[in-house]
Nanobody, 126 residues
Framework: QVQLVESGGRLVLAGDSLRLSCAASGGTFSTYFMAWFRQVPGKEREFVSGISQRSTTYYAASVKGRFTISRDNVKNTVSLQMNSLKPEDTAEYYC????????????????????WGPGTQVTVAS
């Protein structure tokens, strides 16, 4: 069992920066693929960014160049630095973890992930 808790979400203005963090407990964090997804009411949860066990990073086209994902295997945390925020980035942001042993996963598919945090709300005002 892995527990995830996100933090850092708040109300910001367009163009601002924000850093989200996800703290993990349980299991062996360094062996997990971690990801950030986001969801707005009435829409599917969508992939934002992922980071492999070896710190290879992946981004959705809508955030590439603005967001940066990183992980700290000592503190068992994954972070999402979000710059140049836009109103369309407004969403509940969720941290997800894949704990399996597959050599590769469909990192953009939410059903690949085994555990999720409760989410943190990011609101970007224009």
């Amino acid at each position: 069992q892995v527990q995830l808790v996100e933090s850092g979400g708040r109300l910001v203005l367009a163009g601002d920066s924000l850093r989200l963090s996800c703290a993990a407990s349980g299991g062996t964090f360094s062996t997990y693929f971690m990801a950030w997804f986001r969801q707005v009411p009435g829409k599917e949860r969508e992939f934002v960014s992922g980071i492999s066990q070896r710190s290879t990073t992946y981004y959705a086209a809508s955030v590439k160049g603005r967001f940066t994902i990183s992980r700290d295997n000592v503190k068992n945390t994954v972070s999402l630095q979000m710059n140049s925020l836009k109103p369309e980035d407004t969403a509940e942001y969720y941290c997800g973890v894949y704990v399996g042993r597959a050599a590769s996963i469909l990192y953009g598919q939410r059903n690949e992930y085994n555990y999720w945090g409760p989410g943190t709300q990011v609101t970007v005002a224009s």
